[in-house]
Nanobody, 118 residues
Framework: QVQLVESGGDLVQPVGSLRLSCAAS????????MGWYRQALGLGKQRELV?????????NYAYSVKGRFTISRDNAKNTVYLQMNSLKPEDAAVYFC??????????WGQGTQVTVSS
């Protein structure tokens, strides 16, 4: 069982920055595609993909964050990061870390709250 633990969520002002981290247990981290998803508070809000990075470093971003967010991974530390710059109020959400093997979910983290407000 792979465990994912997110950290780094906080209250930040608009145009500020945050870096989220997700630490994974186990020995197969380097083989997973790692992703960050988010779910805004409110009725009907669905979890959406923010960014993902494959085991060989290929990245994809949601259009809404492209150019502002950067996903990276450190396989030696079993950790994936999400650097978030120029934050907007609409970026406020609970951010979840996800590990996939192919298209199969291996694990989800418990989430970390990001609040963007002045």
């Amino acid at each position: 069982q792979v465990q994912l633990v997110e950290s780094g969520g906080d209250l930040v002002q608009p145009v500020g920055s945050l870096r989220l981290s997700c630490a994974a247990s186990g020995n197969f981290f380097s083989t997973y595609t790692m992703g960050w998803y988010r779910q805004a508070l409110g009725l009907g809000k669905q979890r959406e993909l923010v960014a993902r990075i494959t085991n060989d470093g290929v990245t994809n971003y949601a259009y809404s964050v492209k150019g502002r967010f950067t996903i990276s991974r450190d396989n030696a530390k079993n950790t994936v990061y999400l650097q978030m710059n120029s934050l907007k109020p609409e970026d406020a959400a609970v951010y979840f870390c996800n590990a996939k093997r192919g298209i199969i979910d291996v694990s989800w983290g418990q989430g970390t709250q990001v609040t963007v407000s002045s």
